[in-house]
């Protein structure tokens, strides 16, 4: 259980770190919308490890294949399948971690939950590797949200350790400027400083965490259902299903508390053209689970990377305590490689939502 | 859509503000718990208004009736039907709002979502009457996880505005500690400055907002799924379907980010009773998405209320702008009374999640 | 589990037989629908007993009302809540069957499944009562299948033991017509055989079975989703979740296994309006589980009552052998009062599919 | 939507009948079931095509591959994906369908329901190649069912044309004895009867249906649930998604309707081991929807295949009148493959509801 996730736009994954391949199915895209590997591929890229100086050398490739759903370069509303073969599977160099639980993975957790059933290989299922399925997944529903609503999701990095970058223009942030910097944050200055502290911890053997912020542009108002399905909600659910992440907040979020209502409050005005829109946007474009055609504007905590370099106590699968020194190629710092999987995770979210209201309203007029 | 939640211990809620009632069916829960409806009314006491001086004094009542799946004293496998009517009811006093968009109320983007049809008295079905429902439905989760699996929970408000209680002891605080002050901070110095804070809110007519903190006592390793249905994600989603809340952290969470792995990291060891512990618990009792036996912590941020007594400029249902002044029954802060929903939201939570383990694992012995 | 049906309009029903009330919540019905609890009860009027001879005369009463989700006689898209209250309960009647299992009753497989906690009282949530929470629901997919589709569902009762009635001219037959006669056959002198069979069962003290027919007019091509959730897959599971429901049938059925390719085919022509239909329709309206656009089709297998007033050889609770002699008010042939429940089948199946594959294609233009 | 089946043991199949491979994701596996290729290949190389001189001669090969979710030879909870690979694929071959619709075929409804968009290569998604990942998926259940709870399946054909074979012996008939003739049908006469009128549709050019009997034996009381998911309910379900499918009956299904109740009725007797058995199973070993002991038996109807080699009427893409003439391999009667197709309808339900029951009972101990 647990490998799907949304309900009308549903995606399965599937695979393990070192097994033969990992894959998604992509259920109820809808037909007529043009798809090529390339489309994912491009979204793939910018997840892969090795592509910069700050993420890990490990050279996995990720080419994706369709297998089924596009016919003459076309969805056609039946499951898309995606398959990444595993190439740089190297399943002997995991052989030392078959009966140790490495602190703060989820060695222990998968042990426990399976009766001791797991695949040790490199993290196997809870491997960060099933991400990439993800994206892929995500990049049909970007496909879909820009040729249907001119939906446009872009990520960056916000924070790394303690340094946080100066407040992103939401309306315009691009990814032209998230990729400008390798940590992918678009602030120069911000980048730098981030930057250094990856490598100071690198140089410490250790690791560091930090914060994706993520913005959605062009979401009409009407998305999200309402009590439990509030489409914060979902893309909460979203984010935390992130490997590492550990907290989620929409709008202004934590710093709001402080707030009081009558600062807080987003001021309804018309927009001019017979809409109307709000003149701050402390509600991040959702406001009773709903967005209101503001931009959807969120932020996602991850923890620092579990596996660093210096030695750890722990124990084994018979529960005696022994130490753990972790080796091979890790990164120090996930961020810039968790910003794809961040706006994944949102356009998979939005892709859903998208296709309720369309069940919802149909070709219903507008009431105003 | 949206009205339910939980795959296998599966809640759905209905109702609106100032109709005749509302209500919420539990299908799911397994047959032969002990229930009757004073054991759901001591929770829907703690969420109802007029508790003190600090909530509204709206007289809701709030009496709760089981309807079905109770025979004899104890449920019997068939949907739990529970029932809550609306005693102090007074649509006429919502005319002014129907032709109006509160601002950062749910009005505006109902009626976008719903082109125009909405029940605009007091909320409808977006008003936080609702979560009545839901901490009747968390009532039952209670009742089936402590009496199978000793599972408890406890929230508490941990911040209200600015002024911040100190660390509370997730091993030891109870519903008693929390209930000791009105504003349910176990503190007493702290509960005195938020109670402090609240009143100047209300003297300046306004609101404020804060954070509740909550803990899930005994839950056994491996509850959660991975992937997509990671504890910690399902947590994220039931509290960010609260209304109001915006922001949801697990473990150390957003503060986590500034540490490093080799702080963060929670070592393993032997319990002394042939298990394993963690020596501390950053990871706030979930690793890769299930649990690892240790208290399951979390905090929810929610911003000030949005209805407070200042005028405000708003637009109407035709886009025109205009102005808007709340009268009427208001909490300046809904922090007290969010801890019981709270406790909810984790309760729902985790009965599903037991479930989920139960049909995963069966009787199947542990390896270890 | 189990207690609801759909996916996009969603339907789950609860209450005992003798409990307070029995109810439906249905999630997920766009707004704009006006409806009113007298459209809920045109439908429940057709199902309750007492209403020819040929029923049980117990008097349920059987009023329905709306406690949430329309709003000034519209539909407002929040889940509508119907509640029934049971009227003519008398528990005290069914003592003697708290321990003892009737013959081919639910009760020996309740018991086994929720290990002895079930309410024996008149079967409880075995009971068909149950039924007339989900013809109410029924009752409002009509609403939204006709008023957004113009599809119209008619059933019939076709079969009585062994009575079979002429072919019905399904693009024709009517419920005035399916109302003229009590059996609900619309043939006159086919109605009148089944009522003799009927009269004759009742005499013998034995109790007969039958065939629903249905058909549902204006379903438009293309409703209905591949593989697994094909129409008739959708359409048999609802039809074979009515008690005493043991068969279905789409389109030609068993009776087309005996015929070759070449005769049952069903050719297609130009419609003459631009369109295409079928020269014949033996798919019964359904082709690779998706609507073509003709008539759907479809019957209904029901055993014969499992109460009769015969002496019958059982066990107890405890597995001990003894004898049952049922008493109290029971019909001798459910197939009227069954036709709109099979009617509610199809209406619950065909609202959720339309909702569908407007999420499908939205405002798609077609191909032709 | 639509490719996926089970609410714990779920199933999500892929793939078109031309594409470069097709194949299925199995959720929900519980984990430590010993699992290799080997078991899958052995359903699957009794639904491929070229077995016998009554079958096609295409080449599919059907070989499986599993590509994650099981580890060291046995299942470790994780999605399991099979995939298979199009081998004899000639996508050329079909180009004469590009823009005509078959006679009782998916061509046009798939047309409709998609806009144009399908892949319309010796039908695609539709084809019935589809069954081959839902076979492979349901020998996982098999697995599972038979290595847990004992429970094993059978089926047979029944029925070819009008030649309908001696009642089976529903607690004897096994595999050996289905499979001792090309027809499977286990009576040695019946069997060459069936042969025969197979022979002779292929001789005019045309195609023949016909019934598949299935047998669940070792069924635990208990599974199934109560309202909407009646185990026959959801039997009937999985059996009429599968193509061709028009009719489901279970236990004396329509035949039952002609008995009166008195003769219907299964009597409960101890069964001298201190449980409950019935002394008759006109059941069919479902009563209220929950399995009640004794064989789950059921059939279901296979319209003639519509791909016969005599001229028919149609119409093109643009709803033009023209005439159809099939070419190529394909045969005459689909029944002798449909057999484990129907065994895997019945085992993918059953899995699904053992987790379910499992997740209700957990480790509860019998009331009696």
């Given at each position: 259980m647990g490998s799907s996730i949304g309900r009308l736009f549903r995606v399965t994954t599937w695979g393990e770190s070192h097994g033969p391949a990992i894959g998604a199915v992509v259920e109820g895209c809808p037909p007529g919308v043009a798809l090529s590997e390339a489309d994912l591929q491009v979204d793939l890229d910018r997840r892969?490890?090795?592509?910069?100086?700050?993420?890990?050398?490990?050279?996995?490739?990720?080419?994706?294949?369709?297998?089924?759903?596009?016919?003459e370069g076309t969805t056609t509303g039946a499951p898309i399948s995606l398959r990444i073969e595993n190439r740089d599977a190297n399943p002997g160099a995991y052989e030392h971690l078959r009966d140790l639980f490495r602190p703060s993975h989820a060695d222990f957790t998968y042990h426990e939950k399976y009766r001791g059933h797991r695949d040790w290989r490199g993290g196997?299922?809870?491997?960060?590797?099933?991400?990439a399925a993800r994206v892929a997944a995500g990049a049909v529903a970007r496909k879909l949200l820009a040729d249907r609503w001119g939906v446009e999701v872009v990520a960056w990095v916000d924070q790394v350790a303690d340094v946080r970058g100066p407040d992103v223009d939401v309306a315009a942030v691009c990814r032209a400027a998230v990729d400008a910097h390798a940590v992918r944050c678009p602030d120069a200055a911000a980048a730098q400083a981030m930057t250094e502290a990856i490598e100071a911890a690198r140089r410490d053997k250790d690791t560091v965490g930090g914060i994706v912020g993520c913005v959605a542009r062009?979401?009409?108002?009407?998305?999200g259902d309402p009590v439990f399905d509030k489409l914060e909600a979902d893309l909460a659910k979203a984010c935390l299903s992130i490997p590492a992440a550990k907290g989620f907040e929409s709008g202004a979020g934590f710093q709001g508390v402080g707030l009081r209502g009558s600062d807080h409050n987003d001021a309804f005005e018309p927009d001019g053209e017979g809409g109307v829109r709000t003149t701050t946007n402390r509600s991040g474009g959702i406001q009773g689970g709903i967005s209101n055609g503001m931009p959807v504007v969120f932020r996602v905590a991850f923890k620092p990377?579990?596996?660093?370099?210096q030695m750890q106590h722990t124990v084994d699968a018979k529960g005696r305590a022994t130490t753990f020194q972790a080796r091979g190629r890790h990164d120090p710092c996930v961020l810039p490689r968790a910003t794809p999987v961040v706006e994944a995770a949102a356009l998979l979210t939005l892709a859903d939502h998208a296709l309720r209201q369309r069940a919802n309203l149909g070709g219903m007029p507008r009431s105003r």
């Open positions: 892969r490890p090795g592509q910069s100086a700050l993420t890990t050398q490990r050279k996995e490739g990720d080419l994706v294949r369709i297998e089924a759903g596009v016919f196997g299922r809870s491997s960060a590797r099933e991400t062009g979401v009409p108002a009407g998305w990377v579990a596996t660093h370099f």
